[in-house]
């Protein structure tokens, strides 16, 4: 079975910096784009960032040059600077992963990880 587990998440001042991290674990076959979602009360939950097998990676508008997404074999980071109050999230772990050669990627999500930044 497979499980993301999300840790890094807290409270912090406007400004100041998180570093949020994933790791999988299970029976993995291979593991192929990697993101961090996020979503805010009474909102629907957005792309924050994401990262292929291959280390591409995009980002939403509104964290280009604030956050970067980076992963390390099974695992996928994700540093937030200049973090501001809009940040504010429950910020969740996504990927999608082939567990037996041959067979099709599922998707997988974490628990969640609460991000507040107060101003």
């Known amino acids: 079975q497979v499980q993301l587990v999300e840790s890094g998440g807290g409270l912090v001042q406007a400004g100041e910096s998180l570093r949020l991290s994933c790791a999988t674990s299970g029976s993995i076959f291979s593991i192929n784009a990697m993101g961090w979602y996020r979503q805010a009360p009474g909102k629907q939950r957005e792309l924050v960032a994401r990262?292929?097998?291959?280390?591409r990676t995009n980002y939403a508008d509104s964290v280009k040059g604030r956050f970067t997404i980076s992963r390390d074999q099974n695992t996928v980071n994700l540093r937030m600077n200049s973090l501001k109050p809009e940040d504010t999230a429950v910020y969740y772990c996504?990927?999608?992963?082939?567990?037996?050669?041959?067979?099709?990627?599922?998707?997988?999500w974490g628990q969640g990880t609460q991000v507040t930044v107060s101003s």
């Open positions: 990262i292929t097998s291959g280390d």
């Open positions: 996504n990927a999608d992963i082939q567990i037996r050669r041959g067979r099709s990627s599922n998707n997988y």
